[in-house]
């Protein structure tokens, strides 16, 4: 998802994912990180327009006071970074520390106030990655990422680009351009630092046509708000495998291209109900989906016989589905503000194409704990299943090759602990711990211990 308002990084497709070996030559703009910061600090104590530290949500404040000159114009600059840090004290072949970040540079524009044009809202975010996975450089087997803003190419990506239309007092909302399915569809924050419980959940399981933040791709969706606390959207995605590969995406991330090879069109539908239980909100999502591209059956061949056995292609099927619910509710407290609130995801793909086809999440968490009103507690379990047929196809494979390839058909367990420490609003330091049981859903993976830190800065 990623820096404030931690958006939907969904990197991890639920694939063991190797080491890169490929370093493309690019402009290393985390290492600016230090000299930026220095910059807003001195800023902050010699500027003219002098700004609070302590009340300012930026860490450059008003930026001279063109953020504001900005906004009564109608377009709200969003810079934003967040660094993921991570060390495996046990699990994996070797122990080690790596760090993976994100720069976000974003625009929104209100185009009532830009041009005169009623009810349109444009869109425009661009991202950068960089980094190492230690999931994969520490050999531990893991399917979801430890640190979830890793992925998708470590490479400037196009992440939005898009107008929204509103009709009828904002009743009807029209999207269309270049979206990410998780911003609209099983919507989701990224507080936690494990991919389990960050982004929307589906992309997790079906992430290769399922396409969460940073990666974007041609799509529409309307929205309509069928009561003050009810609403029903739908959406049509653009399904093309180069949108995924790493390759493609250090190559042409940034273009608004259309590349040949399309096989069909994602369709989510999501019924959504937003109540005030004691006057504290919920939300509760309810959806489906179904993509119209055919998909490879993990365990059949072309004749409907065990692939494994016969070395046959794999049986194509027709369409691929799944369906999910997403649950929030703050249950004490103040409503957005100090209190508890509790979720609750869980997502089930088809058994016949997802290598991965079920996933469930919980977690409390609990803003303003000792008085510290900005603050977070956050603890979650959740667990993540590796489909069988996939499992036993690669057993016998190895049966009719003589090869020996470590597979999961259980499911790999994750717990998360974190405490959010906000010394100043514009930054927010977030130590983790992290532990994973049966890691790629088998046994023969040794359990991880992990300690980590994610840091958030929006300038």
Known sequence: MATPPCFPAAAGTGVHLRARRYRPQRFPLHRFLPTLLLAGLLTAGTSARAYDLQTTPYLFGDWGGLRTSLAERGVTLNLGYTGEAAHNFSGGQDKLTRYTDQWVFGATMDLDKLLGWHGGTFQMTITDRNGRNLGADAGIGNNMLIQEVYGRGQTWHMTQFWLNQSFLDNRVQWKIGRLTVGEDFASFSCDFQNLTFCGSQPGNLVGSYWVNWPTSQWATRLKVSTSEQTYVQAGVYQVNPNYVD????????????????????????EFGWLPAWNGLPGSYKFGAWYNTSNGADLYQDVNHAARGETGLAPRERNGQYGIYINFEQQISGTAGGRGASVFLNFSQADRDTAAQDHQIALGLQYKGPFGQARDVIGVAVGATHNNGRYADYVRQQDQRLGTSTKVGDGYEYVAEAYYSWSPIPSIYLRPNLQYIRHPGGTSANHDAFIVGLKTGITF
């Open 246 to 269: 790493d390759g493609y995406a250090r190559r042409h991330g940034l273009s608004l291209d259309n590349p040949n090879g399309t096989t069909g069109a994602l369709i989510p539908l």
